[in-house]
Each structure stands twice: as structure tokens, then as C-alpha cells.
């Protein structure tokens, strides 16, 4: 390869003038055109191409990013020859994936056999309408035919694999297509959740049946609700049930329970208790005797998810059913948004829900009803999608009524 070397501010003409022709040559010019920003002129298929050129600590002209610009022009010589010679080959070559048939797929299946097939039971639909002041639902859709589903009901858990930019070392092909990934550096796409590599363009097409390898989840607390679920191969995260187990076997009679806190260095061992032994951590109250520690590590929990029990997606929908004032409407408007949940976090908010109306059963006890509740959980399952003080502020008594009608009304809405 002919490398020449920066020219300063150079014409188009010039550049191509010095180039001589030969593939391969290229430099770098100031150009005319926009003087203090430089182009990359690059001799390629008897013709040169000019290619606007950045740093910013990297060289690049695209998304990839090279220490050298000799590098950034071997990957780009690579790309053009490629997508020069095979261009017909490469806009066919995803219309006959092997993923359903080897790699992958076919490991997945092996590993995943002893699971039911994938049709899930979805949410019910639920019409709300008042007869002598109370609410009723067709007895088809009681919510206690929803709470029978399935325990391998995880199985139908869809979850998007997490896709990143990855520079391979030595050879790799796409576990999609089954065709080489070509380039010096970003050849491809690699999910960090179950070690899927594919081509960048092949990634758009793969399913969205991420099953996440346990030993790629670092821990148990911040880490996505599905992603933990699918890797546990769980209905729901296993913080969520051990707590619940302990909380309503020692502490239903506690006051002020999920209102009082318990000591924060005590709910930071439960937490790395989780992240260190997952479903073996030891929560009894031979551990932690102080029941507030446990409700305390289980809202930290809900808290630290990166996607919300309520999630950004549906958190405006909520807000704006929380305002509407007939309230037959205002739960046909929750009950609405609560279809649109994905299903692990739909499954976790239903299990919490019904655990919280238990709660409420005892206030005689724990002088905790469905609107303290409300209180304390609103800001923990629900956040706005944009971190601002004033609307965040403004949305916590819309926050507090949202629990507090998912409480009272559990058997219906869900």
C-alpha cells in the first residue's frame, strides 16, 4: 500500500493528481472547501474517494475508531474490496440463516429441552363496571385463574439479546449466517448476555430469544428484571420471592413494616449477599433478625433496576390514568397500561401486588394500609422515563394513587 503523507490544504484535483492512480495510495488534505477540517483521499477502483476525516483521541470517518489512519484505510480497503466484489452475495446472504439450524439455536434447544413449548398465557382482559357500588368482572377473568398459570411460565420470557460493537480476535463468522466477519477491528456485533456473535446487519434479523448464560451475570442486584429471570430460568427474580417468603413468615406483624428502615450497612450484606451467592443467600432471622432489613434490601432491589417494574415505556400512560377522574375508567386505563408490560416485570408487579394486599390484611398490626403502601412504592416501581426534580416531584401523589389502586384492586387487574 502507497502511503503519502498530510499535504496541507489541497484540492480535489491535486489530491487525485498526486495519488497517481495506483489502488491502495492514499493522504490526508485540509480542505478547500471547509478549511480547518481535513479529508482522507483514498484511491480505490480507479477512482478516489473523499472521505471527511475526525479525531478525537481515534481516527475515524464512520462508526469504527483506529489508533493509525493506516489501520482505518486497511479496514476501509477490506470493506470496499468486499462490498465491491461480493455485493451480490452479501444482500443474500442473510435470506438463508443457519441460526435455526446450528450454533446457537441449536445449543440452546439442547440446553433448554426439558422446558414447555413457547406459547405463554397472556393477561387477561377486564371489563370494570359498578353494580351496587362495587366493582365486578365476569368470573372467567377472576384473577385467580391468572395466578394458577404455569411455574415454567418463564419460558416464554422473550427477551432481546444486548448487542454491542466487539472486535474479534482472529477469524470469526456470523452465527447467523454462517459467513465470515471481515475487517481488522468492530467486525461484528457480540451480545454480552449469552454470547451470541453475529454480523452488525444480521443482528436486525436475529429473534428476540436471548437466554442469558449465568456465568456472564456479574450480579443479581442492577441487573435487568428479564435478563435475570431467563438466566435463573425463574418466573421471577429470586429477591423478590425470598424476601416476600421471609417478610410474610416473620414480619406481617411488624409496624411500620416497609416504612421503617433497617440499618443500611445490614441491607448492603443482604445485597451482596445476593450478588455473591444468588438463590443460596441466607436471609433467615437467624442472619438478620431485624425484618426491616430484608423489606429494606427487597425495595433496594426494585429500586437499583435499570428498567423499572413499571417500565419507562408505559410509566407516562400510568401518570395520565391516575389523573382521569371516573374511576371505572381509571382502572380500565391501568389495567390497559398493565398489558403493555413485558411479562417477567408484569409477573413480578402481580406476585408484589398480591404480597402488599396481604400486608394491608394485618394493619391492625403494622398500621400499614394501601395508601401508605402507595407512598413508599410509587417511587420505587415507578420513574419517569427523564430524570427532572420539578416533574418527579409532581408525579409522586399520581405515583402514590397508582399503587395504591393496584393494591386494592390485585384480584381484578390483574
Known sequence: ???????????????????????????VRESQRQPGTHTLALRFGHQTLNYRLFYDGKHFVGEKRFETVHDLVTDGLITLYIETKAAEYIAKMTTNPIYEHLGYTSLLKDKMGHRLSRGR??????????????????PLVRHSTLKDCPSEKQSSYDKIHNFKVHTFRGPHWCEYCANFMWGLIAQGVHCSDCGLNVHKQCSKLVPSDCQPDLRR????????????????????????????????????????????????????????????????????????????????ALKLYLRDLPIPVITFHVYSRFIQAAKIPNPDTRLE???????????????????????????????????????NLGIVFGPTLMQPPEQNALATLNDMRHQKLIIQLLIEHEDVLF
Open 1 to 27: 500500500m502507497e502511503v503519502l503523507l498530510f499535504h496541507g490544504m489541497l484540492s480535489r484535483e491535486c489530491a487525485d493528481e498526486l495519488l497517481g492512480g495506483a489502488d491502495g495510495a492514499y493522504l
Open 121 to 138: 398465557t397472556e393477561p387477561r382482559r377486564v371489563t370494570f363496571q359498578r353494580e351496587d357500588s362495587k366493582i365486578t368482572t365476569s
Open 217 to 296: 451475570i456479574k450480579k443479581v442486584f442492577s441487573c435487568d428484571l428479564t435478563t435475570l429471570v431467563k438466566a435463573h430460568n425463574t418466573t421471577r427474580p429470586m429477591v423478590v420471592d425470598m424476601c416476600i417468603k421471609e417478610i410474610e413468615l416473620r414480619g406481617l406483624q411488624s409496624e411500620g413494616l416497609y416504612r421503617v428502615s433497617g440499618f443500611s450497612e445490614h441491607i448492603e450484606d443482604v445485597r451482596l449477599a445476593f450478588d455473591r451467592d444468588g438463590e443460596k443467600a441466607d436471609i433467615s432471622a437467624n442472619v438478620y433478625n431485624d425484618i426491616n432489613i430484608i423489606a429494606g
Open 333 to 371: 386505563a391501568i389495567h390497559e397500561g398493565l398489558l403493555q408490560l413485558p411479562p417477567a416485570h408484569y409477573e413480578t408487579l402481580r406476585y408484589l401486588m398480591m404480597h402488599l394486599k396481604k400486608v394491608t390484611m394485618f394493619e391492625k398490626d403494622n398500621f400499614m394500609n394501601s395508601e
